[in-house]
Antibody, heavy 119, light 107 residues
Framework: EVQLVQSGAEVKKPGQSLKISCKGSGYSFDTHWIGWVRQMPGKGLEWMGIIYPRDSDTKYSPSFEGQVTISADKSISIAYLQWSSLKSSDTAMYYC????????????WGQGTAVTVSS | DIQMTQSPSTLSASIGDRVSITCRASQSITYSLAWYQQKPGKAPNLLIHTASTLESGVPSRFSGSGSGTEFTLTISSLQPDDFATYYCHGYKSYPGTFGQGTKLEIK
């Protein structure tokens, strides 16, 4: 079964760092782009960025460039999303998703990682 | 940056109704458009890619049309399971842009 499994919920304080993960299985991880999507409470979906695990080519949405870092370790089929200094406004659900190989559209999604940042 | 404008933001309809949701791109994205359904507390689910190609397993009452800058998602006969929020996604340029979402409610 093709799936993406994300790391568990996190509760952090402002200023702390965080790295969440997304593990792929059931397919060739390094040949599909993996994207990260933010959903703030009660709000819509926002693209953060996307990475190609084979060569770590990464593209960020302008709103998130410099705010987060996306990386991947193809040897263990894991993509990461990390923050160096969290803000309360980073409180959200974060999803990873796989881009279809032959055409666009994100066809497999992780279950989501809830991040709460509060003092 | 390409902007995606989705309308309406909320749609009230009844079981059996035919409904349509529109998504407009700020510049041409040819056929690089996907539609997703999201239910509360769940991850989005891909319904349609390449503007009109139904994803495997998605009921045939869902259809997509359009190209360039204007796209439409149509549900031919609403079922109880269809009440959810729908998003368009333009992906001609990476990583892409989502529309603001359309919440489909029971009338």
């Amino acid at each position: 079964e093709v799936q993406l499994v994300q790391s568990g919920a996190e509760v952090k304080k402002p200023g702390q760092s965080l790295k969440i993960s997304c593990k792929g299985s059931g397919y060739s991880f390094d040949t599909h782009w993996i994207g990260w999507v933010r959903q703030m409470p009660g709000k819509g979906l926002e693209w953060m960025g996307i990475i190609y695990p084979r060569d770590s080519d990464t593209k960020y949405s302008p709103s998130f460039e410099g705010q987060v870092t996306i990386s991947a370790d193809k040897s263990i089929s894991i993509a990461y999303l990390q923050w160096s200094s969290l803000k309360s406004s980073d409180t959200a659900m974060y999803y990873c998703a796989r881009r279809r190989a032959s055409s666009g559209g994100m066809d497999v999604w992780g279950q989501g990682t809830a991040v709460t940042v509060s003092s | 940056d390409i902007q995606m404008t989705q309308s309406p933001s909320t749609l009230s309809a009844s079981i059996g109704d035919r409904v349509s949701i529109t998504c407009r791109a700020s510049q041409s994205i040819t056929y690089s458009l996907a539609w997703y359904q999201q239910k509360p507390g769940k991850a989005p689910n891909l319904l349609i890619h390449t503007a009109s190609t139904l994803e495997s397993g998605v009921p045939s009452r869902f259809s997509g049309s359009g190209s360039g800058t204007e796209f439409t998602l149509t549900i031919s006969s609403l079922q109880p399971d269809d009440f959810a929020t729908y998003y368009c996604h333009g992906y001609k340029s990476y990583p892409g842009t989502f529309g603001q979402g359309t919440k489909l409610e029971i009338k």
